[in-house]
């Protein structure tokens, strides 16, 4: 993974929600026409997690998180929000998951970065999640993953996840002194 909060999120699943995890599951891209012949390339779309907790419960795990995001007007911020957290779960990758995996039910959680919203308007980032949950989607904030995996103190070894939380932490720590 290239994602440092995919990294973080990969952890937070298996070591705080006990789950079984593959990540980073290729959707073959549909095959295009041109002039009548078949064309294809493109790695295709990309589920980022999908993980059971064993007892039959699946997870599909989708995350969007910038730590600089670009924040459109508040007027239309919530209606782009939702359109691309909606995307992030597309009928191409559902249907994919269903065959490949026979799995018919899935929960969906949407790891999202709590900084695309104003700290001014706190309302904003519940109206956003009582949207994606109208949807089926349960919206999960980043800054709630990432504590948590700080509260079980997962900060031991050497991959990369857990490189990425002692920078985190670093960052935040340095960022309070100021």
Request: with cysteine.
């Amino acid at each position: 993974m290239i994602n440092p909060a995919e990294d973080v999120v990969n952890v937070w699943l298996q070591e705080c929600q006990v789950h079984f995890v593959m990540a980073n599951i290729n959707v073959p891209p549909p095959h295009r026409f041109v002039k009548g012949k078949k064309i294809a390339g493109g790695r295709g779309p990309e589920v980022d997690f999908l993980s059971t907790n064993g007892r039959g419960v699946y997870v599909w795990t989708e995350v969007q998180v910038s730590f600089n995001p670009y924040v459109p007007t508040i007027d239309r911020a919530m209606s782009i929000y939702v359109k691309e957290a909606m995307a992030k779960f597309a009928p191409l990758k559902l249907e994919h998951l269903k065959k490949t995996y026979g799995i018919e039910t899935f929960k969906k959680w949407f790891v999202y970065s709590p900084t695309m919203f104003p700290k001014r308007r706190p309302e904003t980032e519940v109206e956003y999640r009582r949207l994606l949950a109208q949807k089926d989607i349960e919206a999960i904030s980043f800054g709630r993953v990432y504590s948590e995996v700080l509260k079980k103190q997962i900060r031991m070894g050497y991959d990369i996840a857990r490189q990425w939380l002692y920078l985190i932490q670093h960052v935040v720590d340095s960022r309070m002194k100021e």
